[in-house]
Structures are given as C-alpha cells and as structure tokens.
C-alpha cells in the first residue's frame, strides 16, 4: 500500500443517517481531490498506474454511480484495464493490505471470515482470493445498524457504533440484560434486539427521565455485550459445522474494542487462530478496493465499459 485517503462524509451526522443524495453529491466533490491526494502520498503518476479498480456494488447506486463513470473515465483515457471489485469481498482481503515497513500475518486458506458491516453481517467460507461463500447471514438489520440504530434510540450521534464503544468500555456489562434472537444456526438477527432497548428504555424513563443519562455506559455496555455474544455464538457454530480455525473478522464493526477482545479471548481458549485487521483497514477504505483489484489484475480478470453499478451485488451462496 502507498497510499490510502478517506473523505468522510460530516455532513450525514445532522440528519441522524446517510442521506443518499447528500452522499454521491459528496463524493462527486470530493473523488477529484482524493484521488490527486493519493498519488501526491503514494509518489506515483498518473502515468504509472496499470489499472483501476473500482467498487461495483453492493452499496447506495448514487454513489456508486460516481466511482464507476470516474474509473471509466480513467481507464478510457489513460488505456488501461477497468476492474470491478465487490465490496464485501473487498472487506475480507483487507487481510492481505501490505504496509511498507511492517510484517503481515495473512489468515491461510480456507478461512472463515464474519464481515460485520453497516450494511451486511455474514458469515463467508473463504477458499482462496477468487472462491467466497455464504454460509450465513442476517434476516434483517446488520451489526452495525444495530449499533446505530440503538445509539440513537439512546440520543447519540449518526454513526453511533464508536461511541456505544466509548462508552461501552466505563460500563457494567452485566448490568442489563437484552433478549438474544432464535434463528436458524448461522444466520443473524438484530432487529428484535434493537426493539428491547427500545421499550427498555421507554419504560425506564417514564420513571427516572434522567434514566439514560445516568446509566449511559452500563446501558452501553449491556447492549454492545449482546451483540458481540450474538456474533460469537454463530461463529463458534460456523467453527463446528466447517471445522476451519482460522478466523478472520472485517468491516466497519471489527473496528469494535470489545469484539476484538471477546474475540482475541475465544481464540484463545477454543485453539483458533484469529485475524483482526488494523484499524485504518475495518471501516471502508480504498486500499481494500486496490488489493482485490490487485488479485484480480493477477488472473487478468478486467470488465468492460459497459459495466453496470449493482446495490445489490451478492457472493454466492452456499447450497444446503
Ligand atoms: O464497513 P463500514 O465502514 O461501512 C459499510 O460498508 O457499511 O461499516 C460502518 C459501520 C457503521 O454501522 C458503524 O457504526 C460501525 O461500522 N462501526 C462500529 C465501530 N466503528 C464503526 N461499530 C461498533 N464499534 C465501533 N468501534
Ligand atoms: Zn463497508
């Protein structure tokens, strides 16, 4: 990696929530600039580039629309080949992001990897850079939206998952107690969940309305603990039904102190060996785009200008 530039998007925090149009005029805005920035970092012409990879899908279509007709464009003119990268599978080979200067230890194949995103939570069998599979999934909300959808029943800031994290680590995790889900062994389910903290502190607070603001890190602490059981719990099921140990976690909720830890300490105690990516690599990034556009340079596997962006954009799934 030479170089890797984000631009958030601030402007999402006053309305709770991405707003999709908000969000591809921002990267229409801001796509020039971080692509300059990054090969200003990166020390490289534009000349010198032998291929762009870009994020097909799945994701929201405005802004993907955005990245694919500037890929294009960039592939058009500067005559080289256009790459399509699937989001999710981007996630999982963060693992194999090189930093200059520091050693990286890869998960070897097959791997199991739980991608705990603000849009997916999967559970992927990972055979080799090319051959992924579905083995679970949730039936509603993702990890992440039930972070921040309990944040902000809890009057926090969009995206509220950081800071159930903040908070989470000064509180009783133990204090409260949140009803897990019943669904079939490796698939997930967060939605019920979100509506226990819902009336949980509905009626909490008709009777202390100070009910939140007091006990904000144990409340924190006892919900963020459900979710990251919930995850643990599927992937010790996925373990026994696949028999693979090596395990990897990815997407924006990996970021998460408290899954890396309860992680880090089921790895321990049950003999698998754990992956967890560098920070910088958990919420979306472009050097997880370019070391899958990496992969697929290698086997020559380019598309054409016609490509078309896909919100929705699924890895296979495995048949039962
Ligand atoms: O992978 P990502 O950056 O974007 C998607 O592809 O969705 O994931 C974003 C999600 C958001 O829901 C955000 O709240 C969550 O990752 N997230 C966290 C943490 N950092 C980001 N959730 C819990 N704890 C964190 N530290
Ligand atoms: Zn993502």
């Given amino acids: 990696m030479l170089a890797n530039i984000t631009a958030s998007q601030k402007i999402h925090e006053q309305y709770g929530g991405v707003v999709p149009e908000l969000a591809s005029r ?34 929201l279509i405005g802004s993907l629309l955005v990245g694919a007709s500037f890929a294009k464009s960039l592939s058009l003119a500067l005559k080289i080949p256009l790459i399509e990268v699937n989001h999710m599978q981007a996630h999982i080979l963060s693992h194999f992001i090189q930093v200059e200067g520091k050693e990286n230890h890869c998960p070897r194949f097959p791997f199991l990897c739980l991608t705990v995103s603000g849009g997916h939570t999967q559970l992927v069998l990972v055979h080799d850079p090319y051959r992924f599979e579905l083995i679970g999934e949730t039936i509603d909300d993702a990890a992440g939206e039930a972070f921040d959808k309990g944040a902000k029943i809890l009057g926090l800031p969009y995206p509220g998952g950081p800071l159930i994290d903040k908070y989470a680590a000064e509180g009783d995790k133990k ?24 009336y949980f502190v509905r009626d909490n607070v008709c009777a202390n309305e100070n009910f939140v ?43 998460n102190k408290g ?6 300490e089921k790895g321990m105690a049950e003999g698998w060996n754990v992956f967890i990516p560098e920070f910088q690599f958990c919420t979306d990034n472009a050097a997880m785009i370019a070391v899958t556009g990496y992969f697929k340079y290698l086997e020559k596997d380019f598309c054409g200008l016609n490509v078309v962006p896909a919100a929705r954009w699924e890895i296979e799934k495995k048949k039962v």
Avoid: M
């Fill in 26 to 59: 921002s990267h229409q805005q801001n796509i020039v600039p971080v692509v300059s920035a990054a090969l200003k970092d990166a020390g490289v012409k534009l000349s010198e580039i032998n291929a762009v990879a870009f994020t097909r899908g799945p994701g």
């Fill in 175 to 198: 204090k409260f107690s949140f009803s897990k889900p019943k669904v079939a062994a490796l698939d997930f389910s967060f939605s019920g969940l979100k509506t226990s903290l819902l």
């Fill in 213 to 255: 603001k007091d006990n904000l890190a144990d409340i924190c602490a006892s919900y963020q603990q459900t979710i990251l059981e919930i995850l643990i719990d599927k992937l010790a099921n996925a373990v026994n039904e696949t028999g693979v140990k090596e395990i990897a976690i990815a997407g924006g909720v990996s970021a």
């Fill in 259 to 264: 899954l890396r830890k309860i992680l880090l």
